[in-house]
């Protein structure tokens, strides 16, 4: 079936760290890849996307880049800020005519001062 | 424009009561789909309409039910409550149904059950 393998945390990083959530998936066909983010007591927010094999989606210093060759869709950002603490999550959506997304079991970040 | 709206945000309910959770989505979407986030079993699938039409079910008992109006708005509706039941229930709106590169879905803030 269709699934979404991610990192546990939590992960604690200092200001200005580098950042990598791993994210693995399973899936028939040719999933769209996203990262959504959570913050205390709020919503998803997506955060970035990928459609396609090879893409890379990018946004805030954010990056992830969709590798079908080894089903990954991993997070990086290069200088991680306080305010980048939040759960982070990401999900996979199968295609077709459906806007189901399938999530990983989501990634706390705590990053200190 | 505004974004996806969940009313109520917070609710205390009864264990053997009903809810009714309401989703307005982003003007001019037409898919509206629902997710119960709990710590226990993370982000999981309920539902998903378009056009007045529920396109596809999660595994979740047949207490839980929704439906789409003609405005595209949503609701959905638990009955018998249970504990396990406490959640946070997540609405997310795109213009279509289909999975196609410009069809992005947007999540709503949520609205936070409390069942005792």
């Given at each position: 079936g269709n699934s979404v393998t991610q990192m546990e945390g939590p992960v604690t990083l200092s200001e200005e760290a580098f950042l990598t959530i791993n994210c693995t998936y399973t899936a028939t066909g040719y999933p769209s890849l996203f990262w959504y983010v959570q913050y205390p007591g709020e919503g998803l927010q997506l955060l970035l996307k990928a459609t396609k094999a090879d893409d890379k989606g990018s946004n805030k210093g954010f990056e992830a880049t969709y590798r079908k060759e080894t089903t990954s869709f991993h997070l990086e950002k290069g200088s991680v800020q306080v305010s980048d603490s939040a759960v982070y999550f990401c999900a996979l959506r199968i295609g077709g005519a459906t806007n189901k997304l399938i999530f990983g079991t989501g990634t706390l970040l705590a990053v200190q001062p | 424009k505004a974004g996806v709206t969940q009313t109520p945000r917070y609710l205390i309910k009864t264990r053997g009561q009903q809810v009714t959770l309401s989703c307005s989505p982003i003007s001019g979407h037409r898919s509206v789909s629902w997710y119960q986030q709990t710590p226990g079993q993370g982000l999981q699938f309920l539902f998903e309409y378009f056009s007045e039409t529920q396109r596809n079910k999660g595994n979740?008992?047949?207490?839980f039910s929704g439906r789409q109006f003609s405005n595209s708005r949503s609701e959905m509706n638990v009955s018998t409550?249970?504990?396990?039941?406490s959640a946070l229930y997540l609405c997310a709106s795109s213009l279509?149904?289909?999975?196609?590169?410009?069809?992005t879905i947007y999540f709503g803030e949520g609205s936070w059950l409390t069942v005792v």
């Open positions: - | 979740f008992p047949g207490r409550l249970e504990l396990g039941d279509g149904p289909s999975g196609s590169e410009g069809n």
